[in-house]
């Protein structure tokens, strides 16, 4: 191979991994074959060490981003013809709440983590406002029976 060919190449073998870095992110964010009820369960018993002092069920860490409304799954969501916000809430809004309780956020974001493992909560990406919301489908709400607090 001559010398001169050698970037060529390299272009051609980046291409894709531009086209990655570079694409729309999907709108929905969510594993459909993850929820298994037994574990599910398991999360909903399991304690999270938020502070020193505080520690919250994963009960708790579900309705804590429980909304009205569940995001649609069956479909795509399109950002620009939905309020993203009715099917979730955003890392400003968690990070509000939780400040008020004296929660360090990243601490809940391990929670959050586990959760999405286990396909109790999805992601939802709404790139036009730069934000990402996170919620909990129909099928976890109807299986445990959560229900939405009362917001102040």
Same mark, same amino acid.
């Given at each position: 191979?001559?010398?001169?060919?050698?970037?060529?190449?390299?272009?051609?073998?980046?291409?894709?991994?531009?086209?990655?870095?570079?694409?729309?992110?999907?709108?929905? $964010?969510?594993?459909?074959?993850? +929820?298994?009820? $037994?574990?599910?369960?398991?999360?909903?018993?399991?304690?999270?060490?938020?502070?020193?002092?505080?520690?919250?069920?994963?009960?708790?860490?579900?309705?804590?981003?429980?909304?009205?409304?569940?995001?649609?799954?069956?479909?795509?969501?399109?950002?620009?013809?939905?309020?993203?916000?009715?099917?979730?809430?955003?890392?400003?809004?968690? !990070?509000?709440?939780?400040?008020?309780?004296?929660?360090?956020?990243?601490? +809940?974001?391990?929670?959050?983590?586990?959760?999405?493992?286990?396909?109790?909560?999805?992601?939802?990406?709404?790139?036009?406002?730069?934000?990402?919301?996170?919620?909990?489908?129909?099928?976890? !709400?109807?299986?445990?029976?959560?229900?939405?607090?009362?917001?102040?």
């Amino acid at each position: 191979m001559t010398a001169d060919l050698a970037p060529v190449l390299r272009g051609r073998k980046a291409l894709p991994a531009l086209r990655y870095a570079y694409a729309e992110p999907a709108a929905l $964010d969510y594993d459909r074959f993850a +929820f298994t009820p $037994d574990a599910g369960r398991a999360f909903l018993h399991q304690r999270f060490s938020l502070s020193e002092t505080k520690s919250w069920t994963g009960r708790k860490v579900l309705t804590t981003l429980m909304t009205p409304r569940a995001a649609p799954l069956r479909h795509d969501l399109d950002p620009a013809a939905h309020d993203m916000s009715l099917f979730g809430r955003c890392d400003a809004d968690l !990070r509000a709440h939780l400040s008020a309780q004296g929660l360090p956020v990243y601490r +809940f974001h391990d929670a959050l983590r586990e959760a999405f493992r286990l396909g109790l909560i999805y992601r939802v990406a709404a790139s036009g406002e730069g934000k990402t919301y996170y919620g909990v489908p129909q099928l976890v !709400r109807t299986a445990f029976s959560l229900k939405t607090p009362s917001r102040d």
